[in-house]
């Protein structure tokens, strides 16, 4: 192989680069996100290889975009989702949510497709695997094999999640498994799947079992692969379908203990979640409001930022900022203390779901006609539209995180608001240092409040309180102070809100006031790492002076508050349009609108 890894020659903005010598890439996840980045190169470069033409080609054609997986390949991406102890780049979530970052804004569905696919699968073993299999998966991956993940059926989920399989003991010894799933990604083009297979009847805690089904190791004649199927959103992606008759399944392929099935479906879909939120949902929105901004910039009166326009642009970017500031606490939290992430990983994806899909919509009246366009400069607008519910998983990824919150709802009505049990700093400081996620560590039990949304809830009141001491820096800290204190009322409210309900016999047939309870709190989460980020900023860092200042935060809050219907106060003057000045300023200095401000290519 060349020792460059050639980003397009003459693309500008796309390098050539040094290939990494050894899979074991120097620098943390900020220094590879900024390698893949420019790697990548310039997206709107007509020359580009790499370029939204060139990705926009792809999807319309229903293909993926070879030349960029095969770049992505070359750079080893695989080996980001194998954990350093097996000869990986794998140490925390939040590193490897910044890596994915770059592939994700320039096209969700090879983010999937090459990329957190293999990821959601390997995860399982990850966690419960033996050796043997810990091995086997982490050498497949980093010589360039591909795995993915064969869902359990979800009752009224969409076709991603439909059929399932089943397996029965073996008169020899191991399994014989049945079955046939229409819609799994990569699956015409895997070695590898994790599968969730029924091994007993009944929907039980006990009712299915994970299988590492390794293709080499099965009779070709039992696996039949299913003609790719066509999809509305990720069209590039490679969904197929995958058939499995009476296939003799070695005993050793059972990956932790039969029936463990759903309990390690709780343990890992937490890693799923948070990088689902904190990569593809947050990177996706990113270019969403850049496309704004640049329609904005092109438009007969330029970026003018007074106005209906210059407001959408604000809030959604204080969203924006607001849902990554939830999305990486979470992340962060698996990091340091994963044992206690199930009921945050559910939160965090809950409400950066919701509110980015509001924001689209806001974002496509700003941008009008040009939000149709199918050409390179917009086309990728309305490929986004398509393709981030998608990555959501739609109704049933809702649904999915619904179940582990409104249980949760019992815990918060017994809440009693010790700001002593606020969640540590370190959650609400990006890319600070941190541990390596263990995955043997995450739990399908809530743990300690401190750790988890509890902690969250307990870190907003003590913002809150500490707010008092700004208002003499000015009206825009008094507003923040204000609402900060609306908010910490909110809280009180919900714990007796939910008192209320789970006091009463009937509460458990009681699950629409229940869903619209998990809407308030996963509001109220967001707010409170929205707050906790703001406080814990330092002004000294790139972009650091925009988080450390209050207009993001008080923009986000006032926009979440009207959610809630509370009583929310007109904004200090000037507040939006500074905000919007910050966010043209990112713009025409070439920063991301996340946290973390990247250069871009």
Not at 74 to 101: H, K, N
Not at 269 to 285: E, K, N, T
Not at 518 to 539: K, Q, S
Request: charged content about 25%; aromatic content about 6%.
């Amino acid at each position: 192989m060349n020792d460059n890894l050639t980003a397009g020659a003459g693309a500008p903005g796309a390098a050539v680069l040094p290939a990494p010598r050894s899979l074991q890439v120097p620098g943390d996840g900020a220094v590879r996100a900024q390698y893949v980045e420019d790697l990548l190169g310039d997206p709107f470069a007509d020359d580009n290889p790499h370029g939204q033409r060139a990705l926009l080609a792809a999807d319309e054609r229903r293909e993926a975009p070879a030349a960029t997986e095969e770049l992505l390949g070359r750079f080893g991406l695989a080996a980001e989702f194998v954990p350093w102890a097996l000869g990986g780049r794998l140490t925390g979530v939040e590193g490897l949510a910044r890596v994915l970052r770059p592939v994700f804004r320039r096209d969700v569905a090879l983010g999937f497709g090459a990329g957190t696919t293999a990821l959601f699968a390997a995860s399982v073993v990850w966690t419960a695997g033996d050796g043997r299999q810990r091995r086997d998966t982490a050498r497949r991956l980093l010589d360039g094999g591909r795995i993915t993940i064969l869902h359990r059926e979800f009752a009224h989920a969409n076709a991603i999640l439909r059929g399932e399989y089943s397996a029965r003991p073996a008169p020899g010894g191991g399994y014989v498994v049945d079955g046939r799933k229409e819609v799994v990604i990569n699956a015409d083009r895997a070695d590898a799947f994790v599968a969730y297979v029924r091994t007993a009847p009944g929907e039980g805690p006990d009712s299915h079992s994970v299988f590492l089904l390794e293709t080499d190791r099965l009779p070709a004649h039992a696996v039949r692969r299913l003609p790719r199927a066509r999809t509305h959103g990720m069209r590039g992606a490679h969904y197929a379908g995958l058939d499995l008759d009476h296939c003799p399944v070695p005993a050793e392929a059972l990956v932790g203990e039969l029936g463990e099935g759903i309990y390690l479906s709780l343990r890992t879909f937490q890693v799923s979640r948070a990088v689902v939120s904190g990569g593809a949902l947050v990177a996706g929105m990113d270019s969403a409001l850049r496309y704004a901004v640049r329609a904005l910039s092109e438009s007969r009166r330029g970026l003018v930022l007074r106005g209906r326009r210059g407001r959408v642009l604000a809030g959604v970017f204080a969203d924006l900022l607001a849902c990554d500031s939830l999305a990486v606490t979470g992340l962060r939290l698996l990091d340091l203390a994963p044992e206690h992430a199930l009921v945050p990983s559910a939160a965090v994806k809950y409400a950066v779901s919701a509110l980015l899909h509001e924001d689209l919509d806001e974002l496509a009246a700003v941008l009008g006609a040009r939000g149709y366009d199918r050409g390179p400069a917009y086309g990728g607008f309305q490929k986004l539209v398509r393709d981030l519910p998608v990555a959501g998983l739609g109704h049933a990824g809702t649904a999915d995180t619904q179940a582990v919150l409104v249980p949760h709802l019992r815990t918060l009505a017994a809440w009693h608001g010790d700001t002593g049990r606020e969640a540590p700093a370190a959650l609400f400081t990006p890319g600070a240092p941190s541990a390596t996620l263990d995955f043997r560590r995450l739990d399908a039990e809530p743990r300690d409040p401190q750790h988890g949304c509890d902690g969250l809830l307990a870190a907003l009141l003590g913002a809150a309180d500490r707010l008092d001491g700004k208002r003499a820096r000015g009206p825009r800290w008094a507003a923040l102070a204000d609402l900060a204190r609306a908010f910490a009322a909110e809280v009180h409210s919900l714990a007796e809100r939910c008192a209320t309900l789970f006091g009463r016999p009937d509460a458990g047939g009681l699950a629409p006031a229940a869903y619209v309870l998990v809407d308030r709190y996963c509001l109220l989460l967001a707010a409170a790492a929205c707050l906790a980020v703001c406080e814990n900023a330092a002004p000294g860092t790139p972009d650091g002076s925009l988080l450390a200042e209050p207009d993001w935060a008080l923009l986000a809050l006032t926009r979440f508050g009207r959610r809630l219907g509370l009583e929310v106060p007109e904004l200090p003057d000037g507040v939006a349009q500074d905000l919007a000045a910050g966010l043209v300023d990112r713009y025409r200095r070439g920063r991301s609108f996340d946290l973390y401000g990247m250069r871009l290519a």
